[in-house]
């Protein structure tokens, strides 16, 4: 069985690779029920969501391949995927 592939590692351990503080965008993906993204937020917690889905005080209003929109008193946010 092959290891993990070094880009792939040094993504995994860079620490600035994703923002901490906030919502971060994890991955994206299309399901047989609509599309779904994957989040971590500031806590830590790693979420499964859809458009129309809450986060927070943030309602996700839209994913897309890498990328998700959100909305909230902080007003209009995209998230993209950290770039390697």
Known sequence: MAGT???VAKLATDTEALDL???ALLGTMIQ???PKAL???ASGDVRKVAPGDRIGLAQVQAIGAGVVQISGFGGHQVLTMPQG
Do not use: A, K, M, S
Request: no cysteine; proline share 17%; aromatic share 0%.
């Open 5 to 7: 592939p070094e880009n």
């Open 21 to 23: 503080g906030g919502i």
């Open 32 to 34: 047989p029920d609509g």
């Open 39 to 41: 989040l971590r937020t």
